[in-house]
């Protein structure tokens, strides 16, 4: 029987012939193709299934999915939505078809949005695997195949378990990553299978392909590249492109890139940028000068080595293609990097991995690498994925809930301004009861400003805090400077309203919440807002009729309730007061008793 891989492993001198063939009758159970299938997907469940608890985050989430009817469903008019929103700069009609099939499946679940993110990832892990396998195959034809799914089990492994995954996987919004990965795959696997293929079926292959990569372009468009990552694979490893002449052959490899060039150049695209930017980029800062020689010293120490490791260069040429349209030359926001930008970037390091795998099972067998340093090898490599699936396991974590978020990202990024925003907004959403929440919000609403000063946004944050901490004029100032924010949120408006109406300045809150009214015309707290207004303007029937379409539209409200007692006591309608008073004794006591002992009635 010729040796496997495990057998290289596990037996050594010493070891009776006995325990050899039972161990090389296990190998070769362990290496057969459809185990390391098993294998990766139950590794990357076992990783990522605590993910399965997590909820719905405020970061794009409740945006996309929570507060976004038009998306539930496959019926025409959910899918004329799907094929023509740009939904907050993105165009990625069949991710939305996915979260449409969710809805229909699960409801607003989100385990199950969950669920479907995590069986995209385990299975691009499995298609990772096969592609893989071919490029070490190509790389090192003479390897045997059970040396080759080595190779390819531990680069799978290295891609699907490593910490950088979890936000693409945890985060719901990212399902365009991890479906736009799998038809990435799916075109990358089909194009190398075209590459030993001839005639019709080479073309059949190919045109496969390109319908992969338009699919994966209406998932998200980050894949725009691939054409260009086609040629690097082309010259490293397929040895397609050997020498960079003209040649006839050359200009056929290069002419059939030229439906991947049409498809990426026809669909949208959206450019996403994430950790935040400093307020002033200077490249002379240490951090991008330092990181500017890096990239130099690594780009001509890899040119100057690609005649003896071709690999290494086309591994970084890959990284810099995917990254390019994200890298910062064309940027939007306000962030510098995503975790999730490394999904696509990193595969040829995973790659590289498993051709390290692949040399050192080679050098054990011939001798180069001794026991005692393949042991240790492979056991050190054990460990590092280990470590890889814990952190991963708890970064996955971090994504559970708003709370454990914006507690984390604070607390790992300091410096980030957004942060500091999202977390005083979570504090003071979470914990009306004044004052200690509203002066650790408070807190950080100004380590915002203070971090970024041309931000206008977190204004918005310290004026709520400042008017449930009873500071309206304060509240005033600081929520004039959140109008200058775009787009201007609706509860800006109705909170400068509500700090104006607290001034007693009925007249200059009127217009606010009346626009806030108008952004949505469902919104019950603003359209109480704008009948407290109304009503101390003296407009008692306007005032009533306002506060009677809020309770109308949220009839267990209490905010309705309130401004209906409040404003038929003033138009000195008693039976009426009593009435609204009795439903709201029977709906919220605690507010029905705050409103008679602060209001003597």
Not at 54 to 61: A, G, L
Not at 338 to 357: E, I, K, M, N, T
Not at 477 to 504: D, F, H, M, T, Y
Request: proline residues 5%.
């Amino acid at each position: 029987m010729t040796p496997t891989l495990f057998d290289e492993m596990i037996t050594g001198r010493g070891v009776t012939a006995v325990a050899a063939r039972a161990r090389s009758r296990i190998a070769a159970v362990v290496i057969r193709e459809r185990t390391i299938v098993l294998a990766i997907v139950l590794a990357v469940t076992a990783v990522f299934a605590v993910g399965l608890r997590n909820e719905f985050v405020q970061w794009d989430d409740h945006t996309n999915l929570v507060d976004n009817p038009l998306f539930r469903g496959l019926g025409p008019r959910q899918l004329a939505w799907m094929f023509t929103t740009t939904l907050m700069g993105h165009y990625i009609p069949l991710t939305w078809l996915t979260f449409g099939l969710d809805y229909v499946i699960w409801g607003m679940q989100p385990a199950g949005y969950h669920f479907t993110n995590l069986v995209l990832h385990a299975a691009n892990a499995v298609l990772f695997y096969w592609v893989a396998k071919r490029l070490l195959r190509a790389a090192r034809p003479a390897t045997s195949e059970t040396t080759l799914r080595a190779g390819a089990a531990v680069a799978a492994l290295f891609f699907a378990i490593h910490p950088l995954r979890a936000e693409s996987v945890a985060w719901v919004t990212e399902r365009r990553d991890v479906l736009s990965a799998l038809l990435f795959f799916t075109c990358i696997l089909l194009y190398l299978r075209a590459a030993g293929a001839r005639g019709p079926r080479r073309r059949r292959l190919l045109a496969v392909s390109v319908a992969a990569f338009a699919l994966a372009m209406l998932a998200k468009s980050i894949v725009m590249t691939l054409p260009l990552l086609l040629v690097v694979l082309d010259w490293y490893p397929l040895g397609r492109l050997r020498t960079l002449r003209w040649s006839r052959e050359a200009r056929r490899i290069l002419l059939e890139k030229l439906p991947f060039v049409a498809v990426a150049i026809a669909l949208p695209m959206d450019l996403s940028p994430l950790y935040e930017l400093p307020s002033r980029v200077d490249p002379l800062d240490p951090q991008f000068l330092a990181a500017a020689i890096a990239v130099t010293l690594v780009s001509v120490t890899l040119v100057g080595l690609a005649r003896r490791w071709p690999a290494g260069l086309a591994a970084w040429a890959w990284y810099a293609i995917v990254l390019a349209p994200v890298g910062g030359l064309v940027h939007a926001g306000f962030q510098l990097a995503h975790d999730r930008y490394s999904y696509l970037s990193c595969l040829p390091f995973a790659v590289l991995v498993g051709g390290g795998v692949v040399w050192l099972i080679g050098a054990r067998r011939a001798g180069t690498v001794r026991s005692p340093l393949f042991a240790a090898s492979c056991t050190a490599l054990s460990a590092l994925l280990t470590a890889f699936a814990v952190l991963t396991w708890l970064q996955v974590q971090v994504w559970a809930d708003t709370t454990s978020l914006w507690t984390h990202a604070t607390f790992a990024t300091p410096e980030c301004s957004i942060c500091h925003d999202n977390y005083g907004a979570l504090i003071v959403n979470l914990s009306p009861v004044p004052p200690h929440p509203q002066m650790i919000a408070i807190e950080h609403f100004q380590e915002a400003l203070a971090l970024k000063p041309d931000r206008d946004k977190p204004y918005g944050g310290l004026g709520l805090a400042l008017i449930e901490l009873g500071h309206p004029r304060e509240a005033e100032a600081a929520l004039r400077r959140a109008l200058n924010s775009r787009p201007i949120e609706l509860g800006v408006l109705n909170n400068l309203g509500l700090a104006l109406s607290q001034q007693k300045r009925f007249a200059e809150a009127v217009p606010y919440l009346q626009q806030a009214v108008a952004m949505d015309t469902h919104n019950v707290v603003a359209r109480a807002n704008l009948a407290e207004a109304l009503v101390g303007l003296g407009r008692l029937d306007e005032g009533i009729a306002e506060l009677r379409r809020a309770a109308a539209e949220e009839p267990f409200a209490a905010e309705p309730r309130i401004g209906l007692v409040l404003a038929y006591r003033r138009a000195g309608n008693t039976k009426e007061m009593r009435k609204q008073l009795t439903i709201l004794r029977q709906l919220h006591p605690a507010a029905a008793r705050d409103v008679v002992a602060k209001h003597r009635l």
